[in-house]
């Protein structure tokens, strides 16, 4: 057994680490850099030789350098200009890194805000939300902030549209300043309407400009923007009832009389009755129709004749062959908060309608009531004409149906394959509180059914830890060959077991030979195990970065570029 000090003189000293830093290369080099970054510590040593890396011909020594140099924020100021460089480096990992390091480097000068507001509009979505998230960071004034945000917001690209819109957002009342000035510029004021809505009764103060607005626009879609806006901060909103309610008798869009009938219900309108029973006995706009018959039982909770006719009329909205129209049927069932042993009738009578797309609305609307429905569709489980909907629905709540385990399990025993596929795939979404099926799974791993074995070992793997049970069979199967089963045993031993050490001398050569496989989602789910093991302590970096840069498909990319370097999503 080593002594302390000679454990202690394993640790690398300051000057080992420059060394490895500045003169190795490869994974000790990589090593040695994260390593400054992680203790940023004697600055004056350390700021000016990582400095004269920014410009190494590798592009991972570049991006680790300009992130080990962020960690020493206003200790490497003198870092800034060569880091801005690298915001037009030609690997985005590199311009990513440069701008996540900018915005802690503590410099707000022009020459960084106006760098970093050119790489806010980038069409790479981790190079414009690191920009937008620098600028945030560095706070240089709601101006340069607008400015950023403006230019994003006017953007070809949705992309970095959307990132801003995000940033926006995630300032919540910050923002307003900003929305309140977007409001008045014709090329921002529509997604500034989308923030607003996002942020609800967050952005009551907005309501004024919006009002006017409201008074003002004359395109649709603007219009309608402005009355989602309104409906999403709801009561806060109230004085804006009569431009609302005059937008309830459009002629020149059907849609925007419909969002102003959802608006007034929303904003709890206490003066519009009239005007929504109107709406409510149109007979040319079925969509009008079934919001003002809400908005009327939305605004008279107490009144039990509106809020049935209400549910009667929602639900066979679901019926619709418009998904506008059953998207809002089923949202505004939800809004109601009717007690669910009032809704269930109804759309239990929908979910065995002979067309399919009634069947998925119906589904969909009785997952969107929560938990609250899981003992009642459980009971189901037993009616064969039911079973169906119901496995479906409990699939749709995912880990919300945890309390329908037990019923799962008893409605597999003796179900044909294709019933025992779906309740797996159920327990699958259900996730870690599924443990208690692991035995039934396990038998599973035997049928003859390739859709049952392998939703089996999907729903193992989402179990995670709980399914120790199941590791001696998976564990067999993972050894057998170089079969898709066999990866996916591997895959879910890496959840299961990952410090078992038997399991992890199997599975590891498995995991590492799979991330060749031809097969794009093959690889996805390999990629994923790997960083399961990577949690676990232990490393295929080696491979993961080789898929990081070399991989055909993007998307595994960008997993595997995740995987090895996780603090890139931050």
């Known amino acids: 057994m080593l002594g302390g000090a000679q454990v202690f003189a394993t640790e690398p000293t300051l000057d080992q680490m420059l ?18 970054g992680e203790r940023h510590a004697h600055a004056a040593q350390v700021v000016p030789k990582l400095i004269k890396m920014l410009d190494d011909k590798d592009p991972k020594v570049r ?27 030609k690997d985005p990992i590199v311009q990513y890194h440069a701008a996540v390091a900018l ?46 945000l403006g230019k994003a917001l006017k953007s070809s690209d949705p992309a970095v549209t959307v990132q801003a819109l995000e940033a926006i957002v995630a300032e919540g009342k910050k923002a307003l300043p900003f929305l309140k000035e977007a409001l008045q510029n014709p090329e921002t004021a529509y997604v500034a309407c989308a923030a607003i809505e996002q942020l609800g009764p967050d952005a009551a103060e907005t309501v004024p400009e919006l009002t006017v607005l409201v008074e003002k626009s004359k395109h649709s879609q603007m219009q309608i923007q402005l009355l989602l806006a309104l409906a999403a901060i709801g009561p806060d909103a109230a004085s804006a009832e009569p431009q609302i309610k005059s937008e309830l008798e459009s002629s020149k869009d059907a849609t925007v009389p419909v969002a102003a009938a959802y608006a ?42 509106a809020k049935k006719a209400a549910i009667e009329k929602l ?32 759309l239990v009578k ?37 079973r169906g909907p119901a496995i479906r629905v409990l699939k749709e709540l995912g880990p919300k149906a945890s309390g329908a385990v037990d019923s799962l399990i008893a409605a597999a025993d003796k179900a044909d394959p294709k019933v025992q596929t779906d309740i797996q ?12 099926a692991t035995e039934m799974l396990v038998k599973s791993l035997g049928s003859k059914n390739a859709n049952e074995r392998e939703s089996a070992l999907l729903a193992l793997r989402k179990i995670g830890p709980g399914a120790k049970a199941a590791v001696k069979p ?17 895959w879910a031993l890496a959840r299961i077991a990952p410090d078992d050490k038997e399991v992890v001398d199997a599975i590891m050569p498995k995991l590492e030979k799979t991330l060749k496989s031809a097969d794009e989602q093959e690889r996805m789910d390999d990629v994923e195990a790997l960083s399961d093991m990577k949690a676990a302590g232990h490393s295929a970096d080696a491979e993961l970065e080789k898929a990081a840069k070399d991989d055909s498909s993007p998307m595994v990319r960008a997993a595997a570029e995740e995987a090895v370097h996780p603090k890139a999503a931050e």
């Open 63 to 89: 991006w680790r350098t300009a992130r080990t140099l962020g960690e020493y924020r206003g200790q490497a100021k003198e870092a800034v200009e060569g880091i801005r460089k690298l915001l037009g480096d």
């Open 315 to 346: 639900t066979q909205a679901l019926k619709s062959d418009k998904p506008a129209v059953r998207s809002a049927a089923a949202k505004s069932l939800q809004s109601l908060h009717a007690p669910p042993e009032e809704v269930a009738p109804y």
């Open 19 to 36: 060394k490895s830093a500045t003169s190795s290369s490869g994974k000790e080099q990589y090593t040695a850099i994260d390593d400054l």
């Open 474 to 490: 998976l564990l067999e199967l993972a050894k057998t060959d170089d079969s898709f089963e066999s990866a996916a045993a591997a």
């Open 350 to 386: 929908l979910v065995n309608d002979p067309n399919p797309q009634v069947q998925t609305n119906a589904v969909d609307a009785i997952a969107s009531l929560g938990d609250s429905v899981v003992p009642r569709v459980s009971q189901a489980l037993s009616n064969p004409q039911l």
């Open 425 to 436: 795939m159920t327990l699958a979404a259900i996730g870690p509180a599924a443990a208690p």
């Open 103 to 148: 915005g802690k480097l503590e410099d707000t000068s022009d020459e960084t805000i106006e760098a970093l507001v050119k790489v806010a509009t980038s069409k790479d979505q981790r190079v414009s939300r690191a920009g937008i998230e620098a600028i945030r960071h560095l706070k240089p004034g709601p101006k340069r902030v607008a400015e950023v």
């Open 264 to 305: 007034l219900g929303s904003i709890g309108a206490k003066n519009s009755d009239a005007e929504l029973k109107k709406a409510a006995a149109t007979k040319n706009n079925e969509f009008l129709q079934m919001m003002a018959i809400w908005a009327i039982a939305k605004l008279h909770p107490d009144d039990d004749a």
